[in-house]
């Protein structure tokens, strides 16, 4: 088990490096130069050149990627130009609340996705069936930023049950959790659904069945139990999903995290944020991803079995 | 349509060819055509029992004449781009069914004639994806060792950062055009194209007829090609069409955040983001749009699941 | 004495008359089980034998009232369990009669346990559901089930996965047997198990029987265990019992064509260079049953009064066949002589 983690995070480290690297030269690629909008108009060709080199804005791409990397390992991602601060901080405020989104979110998806998809299998081939999965069908083909503005058309703008934006109390995570939630509700269901038809057919149900198990209790204790282990196993994906929703949730919302932060630095060219913001963004997020594949590695026995052998 | 089920026919034909010569010695390329051909025949047999994926076909052709006769009906500067401020926010009506804009354009034939630019960003990324992932997998399927582990890690550290992200990352280095974002969201969904043929390719890569072929000395490319890539096709198809689906989500989300197909072209992302900021008296503006989107997204979804029905029937139920 | 006062002295466990069992599919209606008539006298146990896809499987889940619906429908004009109308009970009372009264082993034990729950939950569960006992009192007892079925007590906690075939099926005999059922079915409990191993569970459930006098129906297509466990022979063709007898009845005086042809395809020891004589033809397609005695297309003395509806005849007292040919004057069928 605990060689199973170590392997996983050292599998980690070059994609981790691939991905900054990446990022760093795209942004890198991106017009704008950083110099030439902070330095003052009447600044010679000489005077760029110097602060250029003050910066470490000087050399190849890579050689300012690996002194970029050694201040990143210190925790040092420059400074954002637009709104004067250490582009770390910023980032650290905002992740969080990011996570907040992207969990809420999740807690909504699996709220809708797992009783639904349930219910899709035990009544299979009815309307019931049916009418969830073109709900989930909607769901997947739905754009999340879409869906964003009709809820804040009915329940902000025309009902008024709910904050359209900001982040003000539990009301305004509903609406975005809500929206983010729906879109993975799509996948989610359909998952659950063709899980659960799948163990409906097993034997062992039968056997429940032969027991004098209650009907009830057969769906709910033995087939859920078994049908839940293919939505646990994607627990991870789904949630790099919901990160990669928010960003666009929350420019619709003006959810006040990391995904609002980088579109803004992309629109204002504050391309230090934006780097900073991307490269951070992702690590975190494949930690977070990773942490919790672990976690179920722990829970579930046939998992931990596979791996200490 | 009509060439499917012209195609349908000849597969049939094909097949009495067949039994008819048996005793004639088949080279290997006719061999491979028939079954193809008979393949084909049956998939389209299992494809068209599923309402709903034919459903997605018959919306799709819509979509996709929509898009090709707004091209001739509609004149880009004057239909599409021109403004006329006298007009602008006119609620929905008999003249304007879908209303008219911030700038008194015309919301229906907007989205009409965007329709090209959802289809045309979806499929041709998803060519681009599909040429350079499948290929990818196929070559570190097909290798294995060394190949096949620095392909898979590259894919890793671009399926790790999420689509959007990395579509913002490109589209902020080689600037905003329909061509860039082709190739950005082509880039972003190469990954699963490797994961998917790769997947495919493992369990033949050891078959003893692949052994064999390589050991007669037919070249690697032609291992691949011939004999690997068949294997890998069903997958593939149906990640297509999926990935169609994804591609043009994702592509109308750039260009909602602004970094898409640019101003004033009518890209259904790009006038969700113009309606947006009319969303507390014109919501019709974001309404219909989006209903576009959804609709040629929902058309490819159904298509993929029909496909992916029809082409291992054993899947189903 | 008429039949109704022969019936009333016997003690019958099992009475089932006229159960018919189809399937509605998309490919047409599949008739499973066709008018089986079946009573089984209290402690004893009977076979029921037959080709697979003759409806065995079907039947005992018939017996249980557990055949899926849809597609299942089962019609049935009386199913008495111990005296009691099985028919008629509602889904509560349904619920308390299985794994208490009646229980099935089935017949594949790697996929008949649950894999997300241990073994000794699995078998405490039935104990709580139908005894009045609290969990852990149900749990102790299943730990003693688990020893009486010849395995170690302390591994009650532990996950299927972590047992072999022959381990699994005595778990699905334990769990079978907690409640004492006073009628258990045993679906092919040995089919999926390596021989040696067959062996062994046989025995075991042989004893098992003989301990707590549980009533029978042991569904396979090995005659050797039938001669070695039942006391009764009920044979399956095509959704119905062409034969039924006491052991003796049935392997000695056979009357049946049908049963006839399966003895006379077992290899003969005495004669290894004989050619195997397999009945010829196949089961026919469920869909589309012949009119008449179902058999009668593969049968050697099948004449044109084989496709009138089919009556049931009397050899003895016990020994019953479903087969016209009888009617014919001096007809015998000719069992090959080992």
Redesign the interface.
């Known amino acids: 088990m605990f060689r199973y983690i170590i392997k996983r995070i050292l599998m980690m480290i070059p994609v981790l490096l691939g991905v900054s690297f990446v990022v760093y030269y795209l942004m890198d690629l991106a017009p704008g130069d950083i110099i030439a909008q902070m330095a003052p108009q009447d600044a010679t060709p000489e005077q760029i050149e110097m602060m250029r080199e003050e910066l470490g804005m000087n050399g190849s791409v890579f050689e300012r990627y690996f002194r970029y990397l050694g201040k990143l390992v210190q925790g040092d991602l420059g400074t954002s130009l637009s709104q004067k601060r250490p582009v770390m901080e910023l980032f650290l405020e905002r992740f969080p609340v990011t996570v907040e989104l992207a969990f809420g979110s999740i807690l909504v998806a699996i709220l809708i996705s797992v009783p639904l998809g349930i219910a899709a299998a035990t009544h299979h081939r009815t309307w019931l069936d049916g009418t969830s999965m073109v709900t989930a069908m909607l769901g997947v083909s739905m754009p999340s930023f879409w869906l964003g503005l009709l809820l804040i058309m009915l329940f902000a703008l025309k009902l008024g049950w709910l904050p359209s934006g900001g982040r003000e109390g539990f009301a305004a995570l509903i609406l975005p959790a809500l929206t983010l939630g729906a879109n993975q509700a799509g996948s989610l269901t359909r998952i659950t659904r063709s899980s659960m038809l799948d163990v409906i057919r097993?034997?062992?149900?039968?056997?429940?069945?032969?027991?004098?198990?209650?009907?009830k209790q057969v769906i709910r204790k033995?087939a859920l139990?078994?049908a839940l282990?293919p939505i646990i196993t994607v627990f991870g994906s789904t949630l790099g999903g919901a990160f990669g929703g928010a960003i666009m949730i929350e420019t619709v919302f003006s959810w006040p995290g990391v995904g609002r932060l980088t579109v803004r630095a992309i629109n204002d060219r504050d391309m230090t944020l934006a780097t900073g913001c991307i490269i951070m963004f992702t690590m975190f997020m494949t930690l977070t991803i990773l942490l919790v594949d672990i976690a179920y590695a722990f829970v579930d026995?046939?998992i931990k079995?596979r791996y200490s052998k | 349509m009509l060439l499917l089920t012209r195609a349908s026919k000849r597969a049939i034909r094909s097949e009495v060819n067949a039994v008819e010569t048996v005793k004639r010695k088949f080279t290997a390329a006719e061999l491979q055509q028939y079954k193809k051909r008979s393949m084909f025949g049956e998939v389209w047999r299992n494809y068209k029992k599923s309402p709903s994926a034919m459903i997605g076909l018959v919306v799709l052709v819509i979509i996709i004449v929509v898009a090709i006769v707004a091209q001739f009906i509609y004149d880009y500067d004057t239909d599409i781009v021109q403004q006329n401020i006298k007009e602008r926010f006119q609620t929905p009506s008999a003249e304007h069914p879908f209303g008219t804009d911030q700038y008194g354009r015309d919301v229906l034939t907007r989205v009409l004639y965007g329709a090209k630019y959802s289809l045309a960003v979806g499929i041709v990324s998803v060519a681009i994806s599909c040429v350079l992932g499948s290929s990818l997998g196929l070559i570190a399927g097909y290798y294995g060792g060394f190949t096949e582990n620095l392909i898979l890690r590259v894919c890793e550290v671009f399926a790790g950062i999420p689509s959007v992200l990395l579509g913002i990352a490109i589209m902020s280095a080689f600037g905003q055009s329909i061509v860039v974002l082709m190739f950005a969201i082509g880039l972003v969904y190469v990954p699963m194209f490797a994961r998917t043929a790769r997947a495919a390719v493992l369990p033949v890569r050891d078959q003893e007829y692949i052994e064999a072929a390589r050991v007669s000395g037919v070249g690697d490319l032609k291992i691949i090609f011939g004999h690997v890539l068949p294997n890998a096709m069903s997958p593939i198809i149906v990640q297509v069409t999926m990935g169609v689906a994804n591609g043009i989500l994702t592509a109308s989300s750039l260009s909602f955040l602004g970094l898409g197909v640019p101003v004033p072209a009518p890209e259904w992302g790009a006038m969700l983001s113009g309606g947006r900021e009319f969303i507390r008296d014109y919501g019709y503006l974001t309404l219909f749009p989006g209903l576009a989107i959804m609709i040629t997204v929902l058309v490819f979804n159904l298509m993929g699941d029909g496909l992916r029905d029809a082409l291992d029937p054993k899947l189903k139920q | 004495m008429s039949e109704k006062a022969i019936e009333k002295q016997k003690d019958l466990i099992l009475d089932v008359k006229n159960l018919n069992v189809r399937f509605e599919t998309d490919d047409g209606i599949v008739r499973a089980v066709n008018g089986l008539d079946l009573e089984i006298e209290r402690g004893h146990a009977i076979g029921l034998v037959g080709e697979t896809g003759a409806g065995k499987t079907t039947t005992a889940?018939a017996l249980?009232r557990?055949v899926p619906d849809p597609p299942g429908v089962v019609e049935c004009e009386k199913l008495e369990l111990d005296g009691r109308d099985v028919l008629g009970m509602g889904?509560?009372e349904l619920?308390?009669?299985?794994?208490?009264d009646i229980?099935?082993i089935?017949q594949?034990p790697m996929?008949?346990?649950?894999?997300?729950?241990t073994v000794g939950d699995?078998i405490a569960?039935?104990i709580f559901?139908?005894e009045d006992v609290s969990y852990v009192e149900a749990q102790k007892r299943a730990v003693a089930m688990l020893e009486l079925v010849g395995i170690p007590g302390e591994r009650a906690g532990e996950?299927p996965?972590q047992f072999s075939g022959g381990m699994k099926q005595r778990v699905?005999i334990a769990?079978?047997l907690a409640c004492h059922p006073q009628l258990l079915i045993a679906d092919e409990p040995t089919t999926a198990l390596d021989v040696t191993i067959q062996a062994q569970v046989l025995d075991l459930m042989k004893n098992l029987r003989q301990q707590y006098q549980t009533s029978l129906i042991m569904i396979t297509h090995d005659l050797g265990i039938v001669a070695e466990i039942c006391d009764e022979v009920a044979v399956m063709y095509a959704g119905n019992i062409v034969e039924k007898g006491t052991l003796e009845d049935v392997f000695n005086r056979t009357k049946h064509p049908y049963t006839e042809g399966l003895f006379n395809s077992l290899p003969n020891i005495r004669d290894r260079k004989a050619m195997l004589t397999p009945i010829k033809g196949l089961m026919p397609d469920p869909t589309s049953l012949p009119e008449g005695c179902p058999f009668s297309p593969r049968c050697p003395y099948a004449g044109e009064d084989c496709t009138a509806p089919q009556v049931v005849r009397n050899i003895s007292a016990t020994h019953f066949v479903r087969c016209c040919a009888y009617d014919r004057p001096g007809f015998h069928i000719e069992r090959k002589e080992r």
């Open positions: 097993q034997d062992y149900l039968r056997t429940a069945r032969a027991k004098g198990v209650s009907e033995h139990k078994n282990i026995p046939r079995a | 889940l249980l557990l889904i509560k619920e308390k009669v299985r794994g208490k229980s099935m089935f594949d996929t008949a346990l649950n894999p997300v729950f699995q569960e039935s559901l139908h996950y996965h699905v769990i079978a």
